[in-house]
């Protein structure tokens, strides 16, 4: 009776932990949905024919930029891929995502700041899916150019894998993040599909749908961006 009793409370006090850390991932999703939308529909956004040929989207929602002096903090958020061989199919679900360390240069006072990284091809994309990569030394990574009417054929943009915009204060920019480090969140992906779960297996296996909370996120690109139109890739 007393291992039952024991038992009985063990599952009771963990099974609200479990539901907690899985909103906390769900939250984030629903985040990464709003933060996308609202910096593509910014009058002088990411150049559409940057999104037309991004092989993947990473957004880092409200990142406190503050909390980099000490290098304990770092900001969480998810990354869609497009799906298919030649990534030329539809966005795939999420897998969350971790944004750690960085320069100094972009620190201001600690506010949050919401990051978009566009993963320009598939060496990139297999890289990060596969463990941590440094942005600059890793990953060829460069602040990208914003406007609707932007050229973005500089030899910066063409020979960069990754580039990487900033939203603070209502400001938006192309910021370079050269020394901060992303990589799979696992954990996270484990608490929000309920199984461990690779990055790779969820952007190229399909191994789990695309949960609620990333509907908007999703969604948002496939219908912004259906296609991916880097040469080569078109269907």
């Not at 092989?55 to 903090?73: E, H, N, Q, R, T």
């Not at 463990?131 to 609707?148: E, I, N, T």
């Not at 204060?169 to 992906?189: E, K, Q, Y």
Request: proline share 5%.
């Amino acid at each position: 009776m007393k291992k039952w009793l024991a038992a009985f409370l063990s599952f009771a006090v963990l099974v609200p932990s479990v539901l907690a850390d899985a909103r906390k991932e769900n939250e984030r999703l629903e985040n990464c949905g709003q933060v996308i939308q609202e910096i593509m529909d910014i009058p002088d956004d990411i150049p559409q024919d940057l999104i037309d040929k991004a092989d993947c989207v990473i957004v880092y929602p409200s990142v406190l930029k503050g909390a980099f002096i000490f290098g304990g903090s770092y900001g969480r958020g998810a990354m869609t891929c497009r799906t298919g061989e030649h990534f030329n199919g539809p966005w795939s679900a999420p897998t969350m995502m971790a944004l750690e360390g960085g320069s100094f240069g972009f620190q201001i006072g600690g506010q949050a700041t919401d990051f978009v990284l566009l993963v320009m091809n598939e060496r990139g994309a297999r890289a990060i899916l596969n463990s941590k990569v440094k942005l600059g030394a890793d990953a060829s990574a460069a602040a990208g150019p914003k406007g609707r009417n932007a050229e973005a054929s500089t030899d910066v943009t063409m020979r960069a894998e990754i580039l990487s915009y900033s939203r603070a204060r209502g400001l938006f920019a192309g910021i370079s993040l050269a020394g901060s480090t992303v990589r799979p969140d696992n954990g996270a992906n484990a608490k929000l599909y309920k199984k461990d779960v690779s990055a790779q297996d969820i952007v190229f296996k399909g191994a789990v749908p695309v949960p609620a909370s990333a509907q908007q996120f999703i969604s948002y690109l496939n219908k912004k961006s259906p296609k991916n139109k880097s040469s080569g890739k078109e269907i």
